[in-house]
T-cell receptor, first 113, second 114 residues
Framework: GNSVTQMEGPVTLSEEAFLTINCTYT??????LFWYVQYPGEGLQLLLK?????DKGSNKGFEATYRKETTSFHLEKGSVQVSDSAVYFC????????????FGKGITLSVRP | GAGVSQSPSNKVTEKGKDVELRCDPI?????LYWYRQSLGQGLEFLIY????????KSGLPSDRFSAERTGGSVSTLTIQRTQQEDSAVYLC????????????FGPGTRLTVT
C-alpha cells in the first residue's frame, strides 16, 4: 500500500534560517503530492501541491519538487519566520478510486526570534 | 467563499454514549472524506463519499462507526457506544472531484470520551 515517511522532529530554527523537511513516499502509479500545514489551534491547510514528476509546488515562500526518481517531495524555505511555527504534514493521493490522502506523521517546526 | 465547516468544535461524552459529528462541505464539492487525528496513530482515513455512489468504508475501525451523507452535501459521522480510545480530533475534508485531488479540511471536532 501507499506510505509516506517524514524526517523525525521536532525542528527548532532561528528566524531567517534555511529550512528543509524531508519526505519520501511509496506508491503505485502516479500519485499527487501535497504539503499541509497545521498552525497552533487551527485545522489543516493545504500549503502546496504537485501532480506529476518534476512539478514544483510553491506558496508563501515554501517550495517542493516532485522527484519520481528518488520518490521524494522535500519541503524547503529560504528564510523562515516565527509565524511559520506549525506542524507540517507530507501527503499523497493516489489517482485511483477513492483518492484518499495518506499522511506522514508530521513534524513540528518551531522558529525562535 | 465558505470553507468546510464542522460541528460541534468540541464534544465531551461519557464512555458508552453515542455521538454524532456533522460536516458541511464546500458547496459544489462532490467528494467528502472523514479522517481521524490522534497522537498515537497520526492522521487516518475513515470513510469516503463520492456523489451518489456507495461510500468507501474501508477505513472505519469498527462497526460502532458509521456515516451518512444526505443529498450529496452534509455528512454525519456517528460513533455508537463510545470508548476511550475513540478520543481524537475528527476531520472532514471535501474535494471538487474530477482530476483535482487536493482536499480542503474543516477545523475538526475534538472528541473526548471520559
Amino acid at each position: 500500500g501507499n506510505s509516506v515517511t517524514q524526517m523525525e522532529g521536532p525542528v527548532t530554527l532561528s528566524e531567517e534560517a534555511f529550512l528543509t523537511i524531508n519526505c519520501t513516499y511509496t506508491a503505485t502509479g502516479y500519485p499527487s503530492l501535497f504539503w499541509y500545514v497545521q498552525y497552533p489551534g487551527e485545522g489543516l491547510q493545504l500549503l502546496l501541491k504537485a501532480t506529476k514528476a518534476d512539478d514544483k509546488g510553491s506558496n508563501k515562500g515554501f517550495e517542493a519538487t516532485y522527484r519520481k526518481e528518488t520518490t521524494s517531495f522535500h519541503l524547503e524555505k529560504g528564510s523562515v519566520q516565527v509565524s511559520d511555527s506549525a506542524v507540517y504534514f507530507c501527503a499523497l493521493s493516489d489517482t485511483g478510486a477513492n483518492s484518499k490522502l495518506t499522511f506522514g506523521k508530521g513534524i513540528t517546526l518551531s522558529v525562535r526570534p | 467563499g465558505a470553507g468546510v465547516s464542522q460541528s460541534p468544535s468540541n464534544k465531551v461524552t461519557e464512555k458508552g454514549k453515542d455521538v454524532e459529528l456533522r460536516c458541511d462541505p464546500i458547496s459544489g464539492h462532490t467528494a467528502l472524506y472523514w479522517y481521524r487525528q490522534s497522537l498515537g496513530q497520526g492522521l487516518e482515513f475513515l470513510i469516503y463519499f463520492q456523489g451518489n455512489s456507495a461510500p468507501d468504508k474501508s477505513g472505519l475501525p469498527s462497526d460502532r462507526f458509521s456515516a451518512e451523507r444526505t443529498g450529496g452535501s452534509v455528512s454525519t459521522l456517528t460513533i455508537q457506544r463510545t470508548q476511550q480510545e475513540d478520543s481524537a480530533v475528527y476531520l472532514c475534508a471535501s474535494r471538487p472531484g474530477g482530476s483535482s485531488y487536493e482536499q480542503y479540511f474543516g477545523p475538526g471536532t475534538r472528541l473526548t470520551v471520559t
